[in-house]
């Protein structure tokens, strides 16, 4: 059964602490993604990797750090740098095979700072 | 400055009747869109997409047309279905080097199907 896996669905961090969410995927796609959504807002691009140990910025990658190890795995960091980390974090994949990129979305991590 | 826009926040229609959700781009450079349908939280489901080279696409209820002219692009769902009900957003990719295609979203239009 293919797909991404976000975990934890729902996370609370106090203000000033770092915090990882998690991201996996068995659809043997090289290239992964994060994004923000805050309310009313569409969805904006941290991080993404198209290949194993590499990593290139998105829009608004400032306060958030990546790495890509393993082809499966795409963690992100949000640093206590992020000055308003609450928001809701979606994780993606592609297989940049063609033209075009479908990319195909993880159910999400809620993070809230308290 | 907005690349991909959804000019309407929401959109009401009654079950049974046709749902159309609009579009607007500005970068000439975007070759591929889509649609995602998006629950409160949960991650956006690909719903269709198109690739500029053609004007429609169709698969079941839901048919994505193009006007490359206009930089327009709408969804059109028929029937609409009370389980339609969700918060719509388009999609725009652009190749940016080495491989690589980035996605550039709306701020979606959510629909409600009303029974």
């Known amino acids: 059964d293919g797909g991404i896996t976000q975990s934890p669905k729902y996370l609370f961090r106090k203000e000033g602490q770092n915090v990882t969410l998690s991201c996996e995927q068995n659809l043997n796609h090289d290239a992964m993604y994060w994004y923000r959504q805050d309310p009313g807002q569409g969805l904006r691009l941290i991080y993404y990797?198209?290949?194993?140990?590499?990593?290139q910025k998105g829009d608004i990658a400032e306060g958030y750090s990546v790495s890509r190890e393993k082809k499966e795995s795409f963690p992100l960091t949000v640093t206590s740098a992020q000055k308003n980390p609450t928001a809701f974090y979606l994780c993606?994949?592609?297989?940049?095979?063609?033209?075009?990129?479908?990319?195909?979305f993880g159910p999400g991590t809620r993070l809230t700072v308290l | 400055d907005q690349q991909v826009k959804q000019n309407s926040p929401s959109l009401s229609v009654q079950e049974g009747r046709i749902s159309i959700l609009n579009c607007d781009y500005t970068n000439s450079m975007f070759d591929y869109f889509l649609w995602y349908k998006k629950y409160p939280a949960e991650g956006p489901t690909f719903l269709i997409s198109?690739?500029?080279?053609?004007d429609k696409n169709e698969d079941g209820r839901f048919t994505v047309f193009l006007n490359k002219s206009a930089k327009h692009l709408s969804l059109h769902i028929v029937p609409s279905q009370p389980g339609d009900s969700a918060v719509y957003f388009c999609?725009?990719?652009?190749?940016?080097?080495?491989?690589?295609?980035?996605?550039?979203f709306g701020k979606g239009t959510k629909l409600s199907v009303i029974p």
């Open positions: 198109i690739s500029s080279i053609k």
């Open positions: 993606a994949s592609s297989s940049l095979a063609g033209l075009g990129d479908t990319q195909y």
């Open positions: 999609a725009a990719s652009a190749y940016s080097g080495a491989g690589s295609y980035q996605l550039t």
């Open positions: 990797s198209q290949i194993v140990n590499d990593f």
